[in-house]
């Protein structure tokens, strides 16, 4: 089998990619490799024979036809996107370029070349917000909340209406918060880790009291295979591993992980800020996973203690990584983000 994997230089497609080279699969990786996609990711793989790599732009028709024309894949998994919430809210003009336009690219070819099923890479973020109770199911209505979310929308819509109106083989996966090795640290879990070893102040958003519902990079990385492999036509199919947490609870967990490896440090709970909290935050996300576990019979295997354990070693271990990734552009973006929030606590 031959995958198309857009987007897989980023911090899932690139675990994604890792997971599946032990099958028997052909992949090629067509990354952009914008700020957040890092060949460095793929380093101890670049050399297998089921594996290559091909830079370029969803948004770029004629190159990725080109892509289809050679590779003729027998599937595609869609991970490129704009993915962060933040960067979103700041300007969103990439969000609609890539995560709509790149993704309608992606659909139309798949529809020239007749492949045998194209995954979208989706998220629980599409439903909107919850109040204290009730979970996300795949019925739950579409009420995205901010650009980001409103783009990924937009793309799922796009992509179930190829499924009816021109019978594209489709399925959507829509996870929940991952976390694990490789991911870009402007995301909570690898910002607090990294805050935690440069001693400074971590930004907790509002009250801190937010959920998120977290799920470890693997396990959705073993249900996009299971989608692959068993997933029912034109379905949606949520995943997650019922581990809500607050956020400053997930910060503390952090601080205390990172505190005990490194106990030379003087890390502290005293090094959280509470700032000006994002705008339009939604306030808890929590996923029901029945179905996928009910019909394709997967299930999560990492524990949140046991993942995020793992997950602070990695950083730990990977100083080069980490450099690669602190350059101007992201100290930019950091500036643009944070130096203007009131602190709050
Ligand atoms: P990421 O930002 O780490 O990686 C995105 C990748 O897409 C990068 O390698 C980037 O270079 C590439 N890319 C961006 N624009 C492109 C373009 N125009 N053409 C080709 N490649 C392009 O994101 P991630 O966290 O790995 O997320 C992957 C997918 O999973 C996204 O679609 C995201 O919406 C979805 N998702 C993420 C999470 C999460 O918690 N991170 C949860 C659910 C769903
Ligand atoms: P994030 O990792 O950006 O993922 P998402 O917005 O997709 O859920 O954020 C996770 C939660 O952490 C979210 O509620 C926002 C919060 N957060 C902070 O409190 N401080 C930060 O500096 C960041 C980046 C996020």
């Not at 190159?63 to 991970?79: A, E, G, I, R, Y």
């Not at 997950?311 to 203007?340: C, G, H, I, Q």
Request: glycine letters at 6%; proline letters at 4%.
């Amino acid at each position: 089998m031959r995958y198309l994997v857009a987007g897989g230089a980023g911090f899932i497609g690139s675990n994604f990619i890792r997971c599946l080279l032990d099958s028997d699969v052909e992949i090629l990786n067509f990354d952009k490799l914008t700020y957040a996609g890092n060949l460095l990711n793929l380093a101890d793989i670049e050399k297998n024979k089921n594996y290559t790599f091909v830079k370029g732009d969803i948004c770029d028709r004629k190159t990725l036809k080109k892509v289809f024309n050679k590779f003729k894949p027998d599937v595609v998994v869609n991970f490129a996107a704009e993915s962060h919430v933040d960067r979103s809210i700041l300007d969103a003009d990439e969000f609609i370029k890539t995560n709509i336009a790149g993704t309608h690219n992606l659909l139309k070819l798949s529809l020239e070349y007749g492949i045998d099923k194209f995954v979208q890479v989706s998220t629980d973020e599409v439903y909107g917000s919850l109040g204290k109770k009730g979970f996300f199911t795949e019925d739950t209505p579409l009420n995205p909340r901010n650009p980001y979310s409103a783009s990924k929308a937009s793309a799922d819509v796009l992509v179930k209406s190829y499924s009816v109106t021109h019978g594209l083989p489709v399925v959507i996966g829509r996870c929940g918060n991952n976390y694990g090795p490789y991911q870009f640290p402007e995301k909570l879990i690898p910002l607090t880790i990294l805050h935690c070893m440069k001693e400074g102040k971590i930004p907790v958003y509002g009250d801190g009291l937010n959920i998120r519902d977290w799920i470890h990079v693997l396990d959705h990385c073993r249900a996009l295979d299971a989608i692959i492999q068993k997933g029912k036509t034109g379905e949606v199919y949520n995943i997650g591993a019922k581990q809500e947490m607050k956020n400053i609870d997930v910060v503390k967990s952090i601080i205390s992980e990172v505190a005990k490896k490194v106990p030379e440090k003087k890390i502290s709970e005293r090094q959280i800020c509470f700032v000006e909290d994002r705008k339009g935050h939604d306030r808890r996300y929590a996923t029901d996973p029945s179905k996928i576990i009910k019909t394709l019979k997967w299930k999560p295997k990492i524990s949140f203690k046991e993942g995020l354990c793992e997950t602070v070693d990695w950083y730990l271990e990977n100083p080069s990584w980490v450099k690669s990734v602190f350059n101007k552009s992201y100290m930019r973006y950091y500036k643009a983000n944070y130096s203007k929030r009131k602190v709050i606590a």
